[in-house]
């Protein structure tokens, strides 16, 4: 039996991809290799895996519901791993259809798919997005998710909703990770660490929104993966994870990271603070640690370490 993970030529999914064959397990990776950044980067984040015989890439888009259909019913899967989606809060407010369109409609037809095939487990990548700008710190899962701030962030909760749905009406086990400011090696461009180490060590100035105090809860990519991973073996009906450091650092702290491990100063140009940008983020991760055993072992000291080596190579 297979797992398919959807977005697993991505920055988060190939890594799970890799987890995944090193655990001996059967991976279908679904990706579409979409231009919302260079999609060679995602080839390259799996170039070696073709050799490996558990391994096979559908090169389609999830909502392109035939293609999508003739995965399903070809293949013998036991768990989905949903993690494509258009990425990025600013963007969707941009082109909202557009997101409404992969990420919500996307899902559904996941979801449909597993209902008509018989998949009885559906693994749901989900965002701290959700939370909007919550005042109560950390977030629990517990916490009202209904006032967000960007149609990324309304996409993802409509994706949880749909799960939670899918599960009260056709008895689909699924279960809702909200990930919480990812970051290491293979990070998108476009994401605030990437961004900041590359024009930094180019000598180039880096745009700062606001004052510098908004802060993140900043996960390293291995210990999301541990959760992803000890979420896949828990025997979930219905149920919502943070996967967070639960740890937060202000944007100007994690800057002088980047700069102490580069040893190069940061030019700063600062800009007003943007639309759907929410002040902080901050996981309460105690029920995943209760019901998973998910403890973050990698200090964002030692992952800005971490990537900029990898980044410098």
Not at 67 to 95: K, Q, Y
Not at 144 to 162: C, I, M, Q, T, W
Request: hydrophobic share 40%; glycine share 8%; charged share 25%.
């Amino acid at each position: 039996m297979s797992i398919l993970v959807t977005g697993g030529a991505g920055f988060i999914g190939s890594h799970l991809v890799e987890r995944l064959l090193a655990d001996g397990r059967s991976v279908i990776c679904v990706d579409n290799f979409n231009d919302y950044y260079d999609p060679r980067i995602k080839r390259r984040n799996i170039a070696l895996l073709p050799d490996n015989p558990l391994f096979s890439l559908c090169e389609v888009d999830i909502r392109d519901g035939a293609a999508m259909g003739d995965i399903f019913s070809g293949n013998d899967i036991e768990i989905v791993v949903h993690l494509a989606a258009r990425a990025g809060v600013r963007p969707s407010i941009i082109d909202p259809v557009l997101y409404s369109e992969v990420d919500v409609e996307g899902t559904v037809r996941l979801l449909e798919l597993c209902r008509k095939s018989g998949v009885k487990r559906f693994l749901f990548g989900s965002s701290s997005s959700v939370y909007g700008a919550n005042e109560k710190v950390p977030f629990s899962e517990d916490d009202r998710v209904d006032s967000p701030l960007s149609p990324y962030a309304a996409a993802k909760r409509a994706g949880e909703l749909f799960c939670s749905m899918y599960h009260r009406v056709h008895g689909l086990a699924v279960c809702c990770m909200r990930f919480f400011t990812v970051y290491g090696p293979r990070q998108r461009p476009d994401m605030a660490i990437h961004k900041f180490t590359r024009l930094i060590s180019e000598g180039k100035p880096i745009s700062i929104y606001g004052d510098g105090t908004s802060s993140r809860d900043y996960t390293y990519v291995d210990d999301i993966i541990d959760g992803v991973v000890e979420a896949m073996d828990y025997d979930f009906g219905c149920e919502i994870f943070n996967l967070g450091d639960s740890r937060i650092v202000e944007l100007s702290e994690m800057i002088k990271l980047i700069e102490s491990k580069l040893g190069r100063e940061a030019r700063i140009e600062r800009l007003p603070d943007q639309p759907g940008d929410v002040p902080r983020t901050y996981a309460d991760i105690s029920k995943a640690r209760k019901l998973l055993g998910y403890e973050p072992k990698v200090p964002i000291e030692e992952g800005i370490a971490r990537f900029v080596n990898w980044f410098s190579k």
